[in-house]
């Protein structure tokens, strides 16, 4: 009984050594297999960087207004005869003093000639009643004649000088009947549409005969909130109209050159948009701008400040605010809170939480980490010439 449990307990255990070696030759194999290579960091990720620097811009705002013409007159037949001719192109620029249009002119030049007529007749009767009052003068002191005759030569001689001078008058008004005959421009500006053809009888009811504009210089008006007015004030250092520029943006998006000048503020508000009309007179000289369009007014202060000006791709906003990241020592990524304010075209002005120097990631952003490093390219910077801000406004 006892030699076989002996058996049985010397047989176990040479299984337990059996697999305690066979283990440890398993763990010695594994021992001798090589171990696996570590994979390389990967490089930090490249980003474009611009260092923050103040720039010259001129803060304004920038409002819908419309454009009047300085001056306009709409041309008519001051006197009722046939269109005979027409001596401008439409569309083209005239001069003050040149020649429109000519009517037909006999029938006035016969009026004059008459009126002259009745004035030398008139003249004729005013020399001799002058002669009969001079004689009579001469026969009283002689008493050959009484007071009385003498008395009637002198009312004579007035009523003869009364007659001249209405003729005279009549003269007048046939000659300025006759220069209505040729309408000419009374200033310098371009002709527009003529919708009167010669041969026509035209007259004082038959219309306008062509409207002519000035456009250079050219007026726009438009409303300012009482807001922004005050803000370009203050930006133009108190100096009203003086220190204010305007200038009109066109439809391609570019800023009119030469600015013009604030030359009217109305000195009441209206009430239900508690805006202030003004009007700006601008150069015009290719009359790019047209009586009657609707267009975008930039008002501005004259005197540029400077400030931080970033573009707008910098900036990032979460539920906190706007942020930019910020490459700052050994190249680490930071978090900036900035607070901003509208800016030239597609840049921002930062008024606080930035420092001049600094350099702030514009592009590359979603690849960099607050914390990381990153491999910087730097932008060049804008050009230091002062430009105004995009304070876009509808009016």
């Given at each position: 009984?006892?030699?076989r449990?002996?058996?049985?307990?010397?047989?176990?255990?040479?299984?337990?050594?059996?697999?305690?070696?066979?283990?440890?030759?398993a763990?010695?194999?594994?021992?001798?297999?090589?171990?696996?290579?570590?994979?390389?960091?990967?490089?930090?990720?490249?980003?474009?960087?611009?260092?923050?620097?103040?720039?010259?811009?001129?803060?304004?705002?920038?409002?819908?207004?419309?454009?009047?013409?300085?001056?306009?007159?709409?041309i008519r037949?001051?006197v009722?005869?046939?269109?005979v001719?027409?001596?401008?192109?439409?569309?083209?620029?005239?001069?003050?003093?040149?020649?429109?249009?000519?009517?037909?002119?006999?029938?006035?030049?016969?009026e004059?000639?008459?009126?002259?007529?009745?004035?030398?007749?008139?003249?004729?009767?005013?020399?001799?009643?002058?002669?009969?009052?001079q004689?009579?003068?001469?026969?009283?002191?002689?008493?050959?004649?009484?007071?009385?005759?003498?008395?009637?030569?002198?009312?004579?001689?007035?009523?003869?000088?009364?007659?001249?001078?209405?003729?005279?008058?009549?003269?007048?008004?046939?000659?300025?009947?006759?220069?209505?005959?040729?309408?000419?421009?009374?200033?310098d500006?371009?002709?527009?549409?003529?919708?009167?053809?010669?041969?026509?009888?035209?007259?004082?009811?038959?219309?306008?005969?062509?409207?002519?504009?000035?456009?250079?210089?050219?007026?726009?008006?438009?409303?300012?909130?009482?807001?922004?007015?005050?803000r370009?004030?203050?930006?133009?250092?108190?100096?009203?109209?003086?220190?204010?520029?305007?200038?009109?943006?066109?439809?391609?998006?570019?800023?009119?050159?030469?600015?013009?000048?604030?030359?009217?503020?109305?000195?009441?508000?209206?009430?239900?948009?508690?805006?202030?009309?003004?009007?700006?007179?601008?150069?015009?000289?290719?009359?790019?701008?047209?009586?009657?369009?609707?267009?975008?007014?930039?008002?501005?202060?004259?005197?540029?400040?400077?400030?931080?000006?970033?573009?707008?791709?910098?900036?990032?906003?979460?539920?906190?605010?706007?942020?930019?990241?910020?490459?700052?020592?050994?190249?680490?990524v930071?978090?900036?809170?900035?607070?901003?304010?509208?800016g030239?075209?597609?840049?921002?002005?930062?008024?606080?939480?930035?420092?001049?120097?600094?350099?702030?990631?514009?592009?590359?952003?979603?690849?960099?980490?607050?914390?990381?490093?990153?491999?910087?390219?730097?932008?060049?910077?804008?050009?230091?010439?002062?430009?105004?801000?995009?304070?876009?406004?509808?009016?």
């Amino acid at each position: 009984m006892l030699g076989r449990c002996e058996r049985g307990m010397r047989g176990r255990g040479m299984t337990l050594l059996v697999l305690v070696t066979s283990g440890a030759l398993a763990l010695a194999g594994c021992d001798d297999k090589p171990a696996a290579p570590q994979q390389p960091a990967a490089p930090p990720p490249t980003v474009m960087v611009t260092r923050v620097a103040l720039q010259p811009i001129s803060q304004g705002a920038e409002i819908i207004g419309r454009v009047e013409a300085v001056d306009k007159v709409d041309i008519r037949a001051r006197v009722t005869g046939f269109l005979v001719s027409r001596h401008f192109t439409e569309g083209d620029s005239v001069k003050a003093g040149d020649l429109l249009f000519t009517l037909e002119q006999p029938p006035f030049a016969a009026e004059v000639a008459l009126r002259q007529a009745q004035v030398e007749r008139a003249e004729a009767d005013l020399r001799n009643a002058t002669l009969q009052v001079q004689r009579g003068r001469e026969l009283v002191r002689t008493n050959n004649i009484p007071q009385s005759t003498l008395d009637e030569r002198i009312a004579a001689e007035g009523e003869a000088k009364g007659s001249r001078d209405a003729a005279l008058a009549q003269l007048e008004q046939a000659r300025i009947q006759y220069g209505y005959t040729e309408i000419r421009v009374p200033f310098d500006g371009r002709a527009g549409r003529s919708p009167i053809s010669p041969g026509n009888l035209v007259g004082p009811d038959s219309g306008v005969l062509v409207t002519v504009v000035r456009e250079d210089p050219i007026r726009v008006s438009f409303p300012v909130t009482q807001r922004d007015l005050l803000r370009v004030r203050r930006e133009a250092a108190g100096r009203a109209r003086e220190g204010m520029l305007v200038r009109a943006r066109l439809p391609d998006g570019t800023l009119m050159e030469p600015p013009g000048r604030l030359e009217f503020i109305d000195v009441a508000a209206n009430r239900s948009t508690d805006s202030v009309l003004v009007q700006a007179m601008l150069p015009n000289p290719d009359r790019l701008l047209t009586d009657g369009q609707a267009v975008a007014v930039v008002i501005e202060a004259a005197t540029p400040v400077e400030a931080m000006v970033i573009p707008q791709s910098a900036i990032q906003v979460d539920q906190q605010g706007a942020f930019v990241l910020v490459v700052g020592a050994d190249n680490k990524v930071e978090v900036k809170r900035v607070t901003t304010s509208p800016g030239p075209g597609g840049r921002v002005v930062v008024t606080q939480g930035l420092e001049v120097g600094q350099l702030i990631i514009v592009e590359g952003s979603q690849r960099a980490r607050p914390g990381q490093p990153v491999t910087t390219r730097v932008e060049e910077p804008p050009p230091t010439g002062a430009v105004p801000t995009d304070a876009r406004r509808g009016g």
